[in-house]
């Protein structure tokens, strides 16, 4: 699903392993993970506003879990990427993951999580994506 705010972050390029993704490393306020970059491959590096997506939903117990810490966070932890905020569920069905000033959105399958609890979400590097922006 798609983060609804615009955040700012510095980005470096990764080494490329001859798959056709552009891989970077974002830096956030909260932590930094490798991601699949979704802008032009030459403006990789600096700052940029981006808009995060990821391509999992979430799966209580499976996924997703009750976070041991309170503050939110970003890391790489056995080959995944770990978001670690605030989780509020929606009238529709989704989820809003709150990971510092970003808003994650996720689909939600059965059994959903508890509403507003805090939460550490695992997601395959290659299901994370991000799309800058140019305000």
């Not at 605030?86 to 510092?100: K, P, S, Y």
């Amino acid at each position: 699903m798609v983060d609804d705010r615009v955040v700012l972050v510095q980005t470096e390029p990764m080494p490329q392993s001859g798959s056709e993704r552009v891989m970077v490393r974002v830096h956030t306020p909260v932590g930094s993970v490798v991601a699949v970059w979704r802008g032009d491959a030459h403006d990789v590096a600096g700052l940029h506003h981006i808009e995060w997506t990821i391509g999992e939903d979430i799966h209580w117990g499976l996924n997703t879990w009750p976070a041991l810490l309170a503050e939110p966070g970003v890391r790489e932890e056995a080959g995944q990427v770990v978001l670690r905020g605030r989780l509020q569920l929606t009238a529709d069905g989704a989820a809003v993951l709150e990971v510092g000033d970003s808003l994650v959105l996720f689909d939600v399958c059965s059994p959903p999580p508890p509403d507003d609890t805090r939460v550490e979400i695992r997601i395959d590097p290659e299901g994370v994506e991000l799309y800058p922006y140019q305000l």
